[in-house]
């Protein structure tokens, strides 16, 4: 069987180093990744000094080196639960709570538990490429709908409406935005749920970056619309926490009308992670612990930094002539940017752009198709300002360079 065709953002990013290290001229420059969403490769951004400590502790106490119920430790679902509670009108129960080894399995098995013979499922476009590869392997057809630059990456309705048929399964929301660093709105939200309700359909709200919100709206859990629509939520530690490595995740059932509690629903879900691996028992075993004892100012200082970097990024991309910034990033770690090829020579496209980049700059950025807007950019601000300010610069150097003659002279 043939892998599908779809490009990871991992599997693209790999290539652009390995373009860097074939040039032995260019390792004089130290690389500078713009392209991965990792922010705890940087010293401004730690994990909080709790979160190694449940953990060492949790590891020390020898009590978690067994297996753990595949649907996740009980301590772990409930603090999971009431974590998620504090922003909803209603309670979550531990029942609803499965953990996952972060949120690409949380992902996994959204598609899996939705897919039927003959099934589709509305993504959005730019959107996070593993959901194509997911549905790929599932027999789910895709079909995209478009977020609106010009009005602040919001969903396009009329086109999600469009889209949908008898055979629609479900819509996928990101929020806060990756790879366009919005933050949705309470009243768009809204919108979105009424939609999804008058089409039968559920909602995936990919939650990763919750809580990682700077500029005008706050963040709002889908799961607050959970009584207009069935609602799963998927989301993890990695961002908030700055611990991608560690892979703790979860899938959340938010449906207080109970159509998910439904005994073969649940079954099915429970019977599908005894075929996973869920996170490591110690690393579960921690998050009650980190959950309840982050100090907010912890929270606090990983917005400023984020804000302060995503300010950055935009005003120095306005130095830019050939790229351009719709729409000023809220949220989330990662901002996307329009490519103008009209204005430059010898690029022919957002790929082109990344490798030459790569190998004449030694930065990595990530080319637009990669997320489903060809001749785009997305730029990942989650990265100390220093290396920020020298990467742009670089960029701006390149463009310079490779700018037509008439419009560089």
Same mark, same amino acid.
């Given at each position: ?5 779809? !490009?990871?953002?991992? @599997? ?22 713009? @392209? ?26 020898? +009590? ?56 589709? !499922? ?25 977020? /609106?630059?010009?009005? @602040? ?9 469009? /889209? ?33 309700? +008058? ?153 082109? /752009? ?9 930065? !990595? !950025? ?21 290396? /920020? ?18 419009? @560089?002279?």
């Amino acid at each position: 069987m043939e892998a599908p065709a779809n !490009i990871t953002i991992k @599997g693209i990013l790999s290539l652009l180093m390995q373009s860097i290290d074939d040039d032995d001229d260019m390792k004089k420059k130290s690389v500078i990744s713009l @392209g991965m969403g990792d922010p705890s490769a940087y010293s401004c951004f730690q994990a909080p000094p709790v979160a190694s400590h449940a953990v060492a502790e949790a590891l020390h106490s020898h +009590r978690f080196n067994g297996y753990s119920p595949t649907v996740g430790l009980p301590q772990t679902r409930r603090a999971i639960a009431e974590y998620l509670s504090g922003d909803l009108p209603y309670d979550l129960s531990s029942d609803d709570v499965f953990v996952t080894s972060g949120c690409t399995q949380a992902i996994d098995v959204a598609l899996a538990m939705l897919a039927r013979p003959g099934s589709n !499922i509305l993504l959005p476009r730019p959107g996070f490429p593993i959901y194509e590869l997911c549905a790929a392997f599932r027999g789910l057809e895709v079909r995209h709908f478009d977020l /609106l630059p010009q009005n @602040g990456w919001k969903v396009d309705l009329a086109g999600v409406e469009a /889209l949908a048929d008898q055979n629609t399964v479900a819509m996928v929301v990101i929020n806060p935005g990756n790879p366009c660093g919005n933050v949705y709105s309470y009243q768009h939200l809204k919108e979105i749920a009424e939609t999804a309700e +008058r089409l039968k359909i559920l909602v995936i709200a990919d939650e990763v970056y919750g809580h990682l919100a700077f500029g005008r709206n706050p963040f709002v859990p889908m799961g607050v619309f959970g009584s207009t629509v069935p609602v799963l939520t998927l989301g993890s530690l990695s961002k908030r926490w700055i611990v991608p490595g560690w892979r703790l995740g979860w899938f959340v059932t938010c449906d207080p009308s109970g159509s998910f509690r439904k005994p073969k629903m649940v079954e099915r879900i429970k019977k599908y992670f005894d075929i996973l691996g869920g996170p490591s028992t110690f690393i579960q075993a921690a998050v009650p612990r980190i959950l309840e004892e982050t100090e907010e100012n912890f929270f606090k200082k990983t917005i400023k930094v984020l804000k302060q970097t995503s300010d950055i990024c935009f005003d120095r991309v306005k130095e830019i002539p050939c790229i351009t910034c719709p729409y000023k990033p809220e949220g989330s770690m990662a901002v996307m940017m329009k490519l103008n090829l009209s204005i430059l020579e010898d690029i022919s496209d957002d790929i082109d /752009l990344c490798f030459k980049l790569a190998k004449e700059e030694s930065v !990595i !950025i990530l080319p637009g198709t990669a997320v489903g807007l060809k001749n785009w950019l997305r730029i990942t601000f989650a990265v100390d300002p220093e290396s /920020l300010e020298e990467g742009l610069a670089r960029l701006k150097s390149f463009c310079k360079r490779h700018t037509k003659q008439q419009l @560089g002279s």
